[in-house]
């Protein structure tokens, strides 16, 4: 049974839960649930992340813990038992994993890795406050190291900024506003610095000083390596300050043994000391750590005669420093300790010694030697700060490690109450001493020692450093003979205090001598005393000491013989009667000094102050004792507070009368000294001493009396130094009049109270009246007032103790009332006057509420002062924001009307007021602090406030003055984001605050403003502030995590709604007054109608029904509402906003409200207009925000740029988008699309002078020009687009308006221009495009492409994988369809979409041109590919029985012609098809278009010979003729004769005799067009080339008399051709007809496009003389894929070779799709008529449309004998044609030499093709890489294309590429190695001439490849599945005498082929050689 849990509420789950159960809840590990109920080890609950979502889950994966339970029951809810850090850090780091690893994903590496730290870190911290293993503190400590990291994280993540306070995250709810804007403020430094929050909140106004942070430096000696001495040393620290030239802490000894290793084996890795107390001020000082390294060993290092080895001396050696201001940046920054290397420098002059240090700062190199090598000292250096508890806490490894604490000198600039210390620091400063008659100085050494009174040596009270212990005796170190020695060595004496008085010093001189015995020898001493008579002690000054003579017999064992001597001047000067007859004699020429220094709690060097601790002795000196205590310095005072109090006080109680002035100045003296910052901290001291020991029970009455006789005097002085000193002490002189009248009253049991409130009213009568002094005279007394203001609030905690709350209130507002309540004294008086009242608002009296409404009032009034006048805005921001603060925290205690009430009636107003003033200033700190007090305000009132606050209002003016301002203001907040962007938590209550009061402020608009009074104004602020409000981005919660907004909506709900109600109901209480607002609040309305949020809309969109409704009524029709609604949507949607929900709700709910209406009809058609428009609007908005290809751009562009002009009629958004538009095309470089856009404006323009108005980029100027500059950039971008014929017809415009102007300069200007055009049409190489035809199938695709088709132009070189490829990349959702039929339903309603794309041929319309003979194909090229609407594409399909011998017969065409709605180029790159046709093309038809187009090209190129357009270079003439030739001879046009002439066929074909007669005279024709070439051919032959023209004399006659039985007449033909010629047994008929049962096979899977117009292609994959068997797999052999131009240019029809003279043979007819893709049908048994075949394809100029066939894999790169029949007609004239792979260099030469086909495979990419007709000569080239190799470059490249150009064509086959040219028997032997070249003036560039099929075919693997190639005929070859064939032959060639090769060898049989075969890797069978040739000559196909 499932029961409700007790116990059992919240979880958090351990192990991932997958649901696999029924009722199964899926939970994730880390997931929190909520458990209701419980069941045999199984819960069920919610997950938090998913709380609607109930399940059940096993008990244990879920780890319990405990929580608080409200509401139980159905609806309970749970909040968890733990830390709310702990909950927060949970919930963030949830939060930040999906954010982190976005960052990853968007290459945000840096952040990524820090994040991820921080991440670790706050998981390691959660873990550690969850163990609860820590002490407050650390818990306090890890708290405070979370929050900084979660701030940080947050910051860097721009998640929103969390408020707290002590680490924990507040409740808006339970502060006010401005304690909120304060906590948002503090969090936002949190995050920058990181250092312990203080509560800002609390000291605001308190000149609480902030204990400096002292520093310490942690230094530890890691080494001394340099330690090549080879004797112990020892080495001393210590700071040192370079400007003062003085050491400033104590000195670090560290004793190191001859190995440079401690001394103390205890000491090993100890050998570490502290520096501390350094304040900030230290730290910018120019400090060194200096270090001295002393030598203990014999006299002279490198002399061992010198000093017996015994004795050892303390010499210098050398030193070594390290600037603390280099390294202090480095080490600031790191926690851990960093090392450094420190060099010792010896010292060149011992006599400098005491100076080296500073030599080696000040780098006087001369003074002092570098070491050899780099090692020195290794120490590691670390920055400490904090106290030193603080230190011992956060360090304890330190401490650990034996750390010597090296002190400061003197005390640290805050001396802490119980610091004893009592060190005297002596500095051996110099000595100068007598020769005493020996030749050399002497080497001096000085022993010191301590001595009590009794003579006793004191042990263990010299120590010579930090870090050894102390010891009775000093030796200094020897100056190598030296009698003036200088040592400045500082040693510390810690004397204990009880043995400091009588004890004195002894300084003993010896002279070290180097001798044998080497003993020491005494010659003089000197001593001091520690104290002087009168009990100071020795004073911190140099002290010159008397040097007395003795010897080494003296004994010093009755020190009192010497210590009556005087020991120094000054004391010489105190007993002149010294009789001089004593055992010690002074010598007068020696002298000795020290400096000392006292460090001490304890003792005193200050007379007077031992004179005031002891007056009693002196008790006439008391009032001269009091005066100097001034004069005493603070250090001495704060050592000896307690005992000074005493004395002060009972000094009063002994003569009040005669001393309580003095006494009184005295105690102000000294509590001003605690003010100071150094000693502050001894407030404490004071305050104990006040509690705990003060005794002075009558003392108040004497401290009343002076304090008031200051205050009256105040008037009359000029000097008010004392009374100000005064009244700075007022504090403390309460503290100590309330505490003597405590024990007064206990003594007496409260006798005098009365007498004591009357002087303490007297007193404060007194106070007023120095403050209502108008001090504007006397600035003396300003600052009298201004010390008592500041000191005054203090005294309120003393009087709380004495008076009730009431009467201290009383008191105050008293005081604070006498105030000058001008504001203009002087603004020093003004700030202190806000500070004191600040002050006062901070204090414990204000936090009574009796108190408040007693000092309200009057602190309000002195607010409202200043903010009426713009003064000390921050400071009375302040005032108020803690007035705001203690309101809200009373009034969640108790009633705070009555206050609330004061404070808008004083305040609301000028608030406002306030704000818009510095509003309008944007000074944003104010700003933020005020708009926080105003809502604090607002947030405070209720209905009742309300209420008052608007029935006050005297009229409807201030009413609506006061409206105003508030709207204002709450806009301004809502326009200027006073906050951040990240302060959330201040955002939503700011939106709360303003929704509330504007519900309550609606009501009074309504009431008062709209029947007679309406005001527009006030209603137009109301309304602006609505939209405002609801379109704020803090409150559009569809951007928020579903976690935060779930939390939004539990506190405020959707504040956006709230608002969308109140201000819907305030639009229908308009009434008639709505046509005021209309078409003014349109784009407003149509904003906030466009937030994402369903209900808001459902309010808002009906509105735009009224409005249509309310100008319908007014103007009988609502041309405003349209207008207005449809410019503004444009920018709003392009802005962001709307959606296509928001679209169809828009229509949905106005067409229901129209419905009704008499308007129905123009209404609804204006609301299906908008909708529309949205919807392009969207889609443009959509391609332009994503990362979408100029393409979809473009085409949106245009899209909506029609949509206005046609539909909606907005002109001037029509020009803003062709303007867009043109701008796009400029982006992606298409110029001439660019110039069409532009035209359109330029259209729209006339040539006149009207003035037009600026315009986007346009000033303005004259329409005429604007038109003009118009025309200019239009010709330049057409220029640029190399479309000169376009910009032609512009430049005569533009020349008739400049000669009708007589502007000759121009019109010569643009006259010039067009002559360049001209020149360039002739001159430059132009490419031409490819066409292809795109569906859009499908609902995904935008609206503007949705199931329509496109003819697109495509790119340079753009062929048809290319295109496909990028048109997939374009919709990379989209799937390519692998037909080319026309899609059904289901797929044009599919939720999808789908590509079909196949490449088309353009119709061109300017035919005239085309025909026209002399025209030069430069020209001609133009019009083939430009002003196109008309295209194509074939496909082949049998009709009827097919006939096993002759396939043509039933063979026909289906031919697509598309129509689109304008011509390309135009304004885009593809335009929509409006209109297709279907025809079908009979066999018959077919074959007469074939050759009709041969015919065509060969008369073209003959009368171009003719007309002597060629020069010079015959070889395209000997090429096209021996292509026609060649292929008749060889079989060919045969196949046609025997379909169509046959008796057989002409019977069943009666109709088609006319066609049949045609076909004979084309072939007539074509018979007499060949001589006529002939004849030409011979005039222009080269002599060399003469063998060549005698072999297609030869053929000719061949093929003349193949032809004369069926066709009579032929026999006459034109002397030219009858030249002796051996016939030849094998002539074919030219036109060999192919199988159509192969073409069956081919054209299985796919449509062939027949195509045919003669141009250059821009892309090898349509050149127009490929036939649509560019689709059928025809594998290159790439032998002929050098030669094979021509071919008679292949067709895309179903005869593979085509006649026409203006197409070349197909290059690659591939599918390049690899058969695998989509089977391959089976091969026929015979391949008889492959090669007659090809021949007979028709001819069409058509390009290629789709390469859908079946790709046939070839085994070992043989092609099947089918194919040759194509090599037959290869040789044909070459035109330019853009191969890819041709780089116009290599299109420059001509040449035999075939060197280009050995390339490397992997040759360069192209440049630029040449593709003109002049002056490129063709060099043959290799393809690239992996396309058949073609050299060709025909301006119908060979069925180029046809073979890629399916529809999902995305592969290519990979071609081998032969070696050689494919030799002729009977021209090749005459013709030599150059005799090819031509000269550079040849107008066509062309290949080599391809003479016979002998070259074997070399074929590599088919791969995949996105490359292209040219012109290469390629076998077809479908593969038969089930009976692969043989290996196919290498075509038969034995009868190749010479075969030329690069180099120009002559290569001579079968093997050398071979060879270059291998070459290109390419396997040969050799094998099948024979068969081969057999089969080649017998005419039959191998299986």
Not at 868 to 896: A, H, N
Not at 1568 to 1589: Q, S, T
Not at 1829 to 1858: I, K, P
Request: charge should be negative; hydrophobic fraction near 35%.
């Amino acid at each position: 049974m499932w029961s409700p849990t007790e116990e059992e509420k919240y979880g958090v789950v351990i192990c991932s839960f997958r649901g696999a159960v029924p009722q199964g809840l899926v939970l994730e590990l880390g997931e929190t649930v909520q458990i209701l109920e419980k069941c045999e080890g199984w819960y069920r609950g919610v997950s938090i992340k998913k709380p609607n979502v109930k399940g059940i889950f096993p008990a244990n994966y879920i780890h319990l813990k405990k929580a608080v339970v409200s509401n139980r029951g159905q609806y309970e809810t749970v909040v968890p038992l733990e830390d709310s850090v702990v909950t927060e850090v949970t919930a963030t780091l949830q939060e930040w994993a999906v954010l982190w690893k976005q960052l990853y994903v968007k290459h945000k590496v840096d952040l990524f890795y820090k994040l991820r730290h921080v991440m670790n870190e706050l998981i390691d911290l959660r873990r550690q406050l969850l163990s609860g293993h820590l002490t407050q503190d650390q818990v306090r400590e890890v708290k405070r190291h979370l929050t900084v990291r979660l701030d940080w994280g947050n910051e860097h993540l721009g998640l929103d900024l969390v408020p707290r306070k002590d680490f924990e995250v507040v409740d808006s709810d339970q502060i006010s506003v401005s304690d909120l804007y304060k906590m948002h403020l503090s969090s936002r430094h949190s995050v920058q610095q990181s250092t312990s929050q203080v509560d800002t909140i609390r000291q605001r106004h308190g000149d609480a000083c902030r204990m400096p942070l002292p520093h310490h430096f942690f230094l530890s000696l890691k080494s001394f390596t340099y330690n090549t001495i080879g004797e112990d040393t020892d080495v001393f620290f210590s700071l040192y300050d370079v400007r003062e030239g003085k050491q400033i802490s104590e000195r670090f000894m560290v004793r190191l043994n001859k190995n440079g290793g401690p001394r103390n084996p205890e000491k090993i890795d100890r050998m570490c000391a502290l520096f501390t107390d350094l304040s900030s001020k230290d730290m910018k000082r120019d400090l060194y750590i200096v270090a001295h390294v002393i030598r203990i060993g014999r006299m002279l290092l490198n002399d061992s005669k010198k000093g017996p080895p015994h004795l050892h001396y303390r010499r210098p050696y050398g030193c070594a420093v390290l600037s603390i201001m280099d390294v202090l940046q480095s080490i600031s920054e790191i926690k851990e300790e960093k090392d450094f290397v420190l060099k010792v420098y010896t010292c060149n002059n011992e006599n400098e010694w005491c100076q080296i240090h500073e030599n080696i700062i000040r780098k006087s190199s001369t003074k002092y030697t570098a070491p050899s090598s780099n090692y020195g000292l290794i120490i590691s250096l670390q920055l400490l700060r904090g106290d030193m508890e603080q230190v011992r806490r956060e360090n304890p490894m330190i401490f650990n490690r034996g750390v010597s604490v090296t002190r400061k000198l003197g005390f640290p600039d805050v001396i802490m109450p119980g610091d004893i210390r009592n060190d005297l620091y002596l500095t051996l400063e110099k000595g100068d001493f007598e020769r005493g008659g020996k030749s050399v100085q002497k080497n001096i050494e000085v022993t010191m020692y301590v001595l009590y009174a009794d003579g006793e040596i004191l042990k263990d009270c010299i120590s010579l450093g930090s870090g050894e212990p102390s010891r009775s005796a000093y030796h200094s170190f020897v100056l190598y003979h030296n009698n003036s020695p200088r040592w400045g060595e500082i040693i510390k004496l810690p004397i204990p205090i009880d043995r400091f008085r009588g004890s004195h010093l002894r300084f003993e001189f010896r002279h070290c001598s180097t001798k044998d015995k080497g003993e020491k020898k005494l010659f003089g001493f000197a001593f001091t005393p520690l104290m002087r008579d009168d009990g100071t002690t020795l004073s911190d000054d140099i002290h010159e000491l008397y040097v007395y003579k003795c010897d080494e017999n003296s004994t010093f064992n009755n020190h009192a013989l010497y210590l009556g001597l005087p020991c120094c001047k000054e004391d010489y000067n105190g007993c002149p009667n010294i009789p001089s007859s004593l055992i010690f004699q002074r010598s007068t020429k020696e002298s000795f000094s020290v400096s000392t220094q006292l460090s001490s709690t304890k003792l005193t060097q200050n007379v007077d102050l031992l004179a005031l601790l002891k007056w009693k002795a002196y008790p006439d000196r008391v009032m001269d004792i009091l005066g100097r205590l001034r004069h005493v310095s603070g250090e001495e005072i704060v050592k000896f507070l307690q005992d000074i109090l005493d004395t002060l006080f009972v000094v009063l109680d002994d003569n009040t009368e005669k001393y309580g002035l003095l006494v009184f100045q005295s105690l102000v003296f000294i509590i001003n000294l605690l003010r100071d910052s150094k000693y502050f901290h001894f407030r404490p001291v004071m305050d104990t001493y006040i509690q705990k020991h003060f005794a002075g029970a009558l003392a108040y009455k004497e401290l009343i009396r002076c304090l008031k006789w200051y205050m009256d005097r105040s008037a009359e002085l000029v000097r008010q130094d004392h009374i100000q000193e005064a009244m700075r002490a007022l504090e403390y002189l309460f503290k100590f009049i309330v505490q003597s009248r405590i024990l007064y009253s206990r003594a007496t049991c409260g006798m005098e109270e009365e007498q004591f409130r009357s002087s303490i009213q007297e007193l404060f009568q007194s106070i007023r009246f120095v403050l209502s002094l108008d001090s504007r005279s006397s600035e003396t007394l300003i600052f009298t007032q201004a010390a008592l203001l500041n000191s005054f609030p203090a005294i309120f905690d003393e009087l709380l103790q004495m008076f009730t709350v009431q009467e201290v209130a009383e008191f105050v507002r008293g005081t604070l009332g006498s105030m000058p309540s001008t504001v203009h004294i002087g603004q020093s008086m003004d700030v202190v006057k806000l500070q004191s009242i600040a002050r006062t608002v901070d204090s414990r009296l204000f936090s009574f509420s009796e108190s408040r409404r007693i000092l309200l009032p009057v602190v309000l009034h002195h607010i409202h002062l200043h903010l009426r006048q713009q003064k000390e805005l921050l400071i009375c921001s302040g005032i108020l924001s803690s007035i705001f603060s203690i309101i809200k925290t009373s009034s969640l205690e108790g009633d705070v009307v009555e206050e609330v009430e004061m404070m808008v009636e004083s305040l609301l107003d000028v608030l406002l007021q306030t704000l818009l003033t510095i509003m309008s200033k944007s000074q944003s700190q104010e700003a933020g602090e005020y708009v926080s007090c105003l809502l604090s305000l607002l947030r405070q009132m209720s209905d009742t406030h309300f209420q008052h606050l608007l029935d006050n209002f005297q009229s409807k003016d201030e009413l609506k003055e006061f409206l105003l301002k508030i709207f204002c203001v709450f806009r301004n907040l809502m326009k200027m984001s006073v906050f951040p962007r990240d302060w959330m938590v201040m955002r939503l209550l700011t939106s709360n605050i303003i929704v509330t009061t504007v519900q309550y402020l609606s009501s009074a608009l309504h009431k008062n403003f709209t029947e007679t009074d309406f005001d527009f104004k006030v209603w137009n602020s109301y309304f602006s502030l609505a939209v405002l409000f609801i379109n704020q981005p803090s409150l559009q919660l569809e951007n928020a995590t579903p976690a935060k907004r779930k939390k939004i909506l539990d506190k405020y709900g959707d504040m956006r709604v709230m608002m969308a109600y109140e201000l819907f109901s305030m639009w229908q209480n308009l009434g008639e007054h709505k046509i005021h607002f209309i078409p003014g609040m349109i784009g407003p309305f149509l904003g906030v109608t466009l937030v994402p949020q369903p209900e808001v809309r459902n309010i808002m969109i009906p509105i735009f029904h009224d409005m249509m409704d309310w100008e319908q009524r007014k103007n009988g029709n609502f041309k405003q509402v349209e207008a207005e609604l449809i410019d503004k949507l444009d920018s709003l949607v392009s802005e962001g906003k709307g959606d296509e929900n928001y679209r169809e709700l828009f229509s949905l709910l106005l067409l229901e409200k129209i419905e009704q209406e008499t308007w129905r009809e123009t209404g609804i058609s204006f609301v299906t207009s908008v909708t529309r428009l949205m919807e392009r609007l969207l889609d443009y908005r959509d391609c332009m925000k994503g990362d979408e290809t100029e393409n979809k751009k473009i085409g949106c562009t245009v899209n909506l740029m029609n949509f206005y002009k046609s539909e909606i009629n907005k002109e001037e958004m029509y020009i803003r988008y062709i303007h867009k538009l043109c701008d796009m095309h400029l982006q992606a470089e298409n110029y001439t699309e660019a110039a069409f856009t532009l035209l359109l404006y330029c259209e729209l323009l006339q040539w006149e002078d009207r003035p037009l108005r600026e315009f986007l980029h346009y000033p303005s100027q004259s329409e005429w020009q604007r038109k003009e500059g118009l025309c200019r950039k239009i010709i330049h971008y057409f220029n640029k687009g190399k479309s000169w014929e376009f910009g032609i017809p512009l430049c005569r415009e533009l020349a008739m308006q400049y000669e009708s102007l007589y502007d000759y300069q121009s019109l010569s200007w643009i006259r010039k221009m067009e002559a360049t055009y001209y020149d360039n049409i002739m001159e430059q190489q132009r490419l031409e495009p490819e066409f292809f035809r795109v569906g859009f199938y499908g609902r995904k695709f935008p609206f503007f492409l949705r199931n329509k088709e496109y003819v697109c132009r495509g790119h340079d070189y753009e062929r048809l994988e290319a295109f496909q490829q990028r048109m997939l990349s374009e919709f990379p959702q989209a799937i390519a369809m692998q037909h080319p039929n026309h899609p059904d339903d289901s797929i044009l309603q599919c939720d999808a979409q789908y590509l079909q794309i196949y490449a088309v041929t353009p119709i061109p319309d300017n035919i005239d041109v085309l025909q026209m003979d002399r025209v030069p194909d430069r020209i001609k090229s133009f019009y083939r590919v430009n002003n196109i609407r008309k295209f194509r594409y074939d496909r082949p399909f049998h009709k009827g029985p097919k006939d096993k011998d002759n396939e043509f017969k039933s063979l026909w065409i289906e031919r697509t012609t598309l129509t689109l709605t304008h011509s390309l180029p135009g304004i885009s790159r593809w335009f929509e098809v409006e209109r297709r046709e279907l025809v079908e093309v009979s066999p018959l038809e077919n074959a007469i278009q074939v050759v009709e187009n041969k015919n065509q090209e060969l008369r073209t190129l003959i009368s171009q010979y003719q007309h002597k357009q060629m020069h010079g270079n015959i070889n395209l003439l000997s090429m096209c003729l021996n292509g026609v030739i060649d292929a008749a001879v060889n079989g060919g046009i045969a196949r046609y004769q025997e379909a169509f002439f046959d008796k057989d066929y002409i019977t069943k074909h009666p109709g088609d005799a006319e066609k049949i007669t045609q076909l004979k005279e084309l072939m007539q024709e074509q018979v007499h067009v060949l001589g006529v070439g002939l004849a030409v051919h011979e005039k222009f032959v080269h002599p060399e080339m003469r063998p060549l023209h005698k072999k297609l004399i030869d053929q000719f006659q061949m093929m003349r008399s193949s032809l004369y039985h069926e066709l009579p007449g032929l026999d006459k033909l034109s002397p030219a051709c009858s030249g002796s010629s051996t016939p030849r047994s094998n002539v074919l008929v030219s036109h060999g007809p192919m199988s159509p049962e192969s073409i069956k096979l081919l054209h299985r899977h796919s449509p062939l496009n027949l195509l045919g117009s003669v141009r250059h292609s821009s892309s090898s994959l349509s050149s127009h003389t490929s036939s649509e068997t560019g689709n059928l797999v025809i594998l290159t052999d790439s032998s002929v894929g050098e030669a094979a131009e021509d071919m008679y240019h292949m067709q895309a029809s179903p005869s593979t070779s085509s006649l026409s003279s203006t197409h070349s043979a197909p290059s690659q007819m591939i599918n390049s799709a690899p058969s695998s893709a989509r089977g391959s049908p089976s091969l026929p048994d015979k391949y008889r008529h492959t090669r007659e075949l090809m021949m007979l394809l028709p001819t069409h100029r058509d390009r290629p449309s789709s390469a859908m066939y079946p790709a046939a894999i070839m085994e070992n790169g043989q092609p099947p004998n089918f194919q040759r029949a194509l090599m037959q007609q290869m040789i044909g004239p070459c035109k330019p044609c853009s191969d890819p792979n041709l780089s116009v260099a290599e299109k420059g030469h001509y040449s035999l030499h075939f060197d280009a086909f050995h390339h490397q495979l992997s040759d360069a990419p192209p440049a630029l093709p040449a593709r003109t007709l002049r002056k490129s000569p063709l060099h043959p080239i290799p393809a690239s890489p992996t396309s058949p190799q073609s050299g060709l470059d025909g301006s119908n490249s060979t069925l180029s294309g046809s073979a890629s150009s399916g529809v999902s064509s995305l592969s290519e086959s990979n071609f081998g590429h032969s070696s050689e040219p494919p030799p002729r028997t009977d021209t090749m032997d005459s013709v030599p190695s150059q005799a090819w070249n031509t000269d550079e003036d040849l107008e066509t560039p062309y290949l080599p001439v391809r003479y016979s099929l002998s070259e074997p075919d070399v074929l590599e693997s088919l791969k995949s490849q996105p490359c292209r190639s040219h012109s290469a005929p390629s076998g077809v070859i479908p593969q038969d599945t089930l009976d692969p064939p043989a290996l196919p032959p290498k075509p038969y060639h034995s009868r190749l005498p010479n075969i030329e090769n690069e180099e120009g060898m002559i290569i001579e049989d079968d093997d050398k082929h071979r060879q270059l075969h291998r070459k290109v890797s390419q396997p040969v069978s050799g094998g099948k050689e024979e068969q081969a040739r057999v089969a080649w000559e017998h005419g039959i196909s191998e299986q």
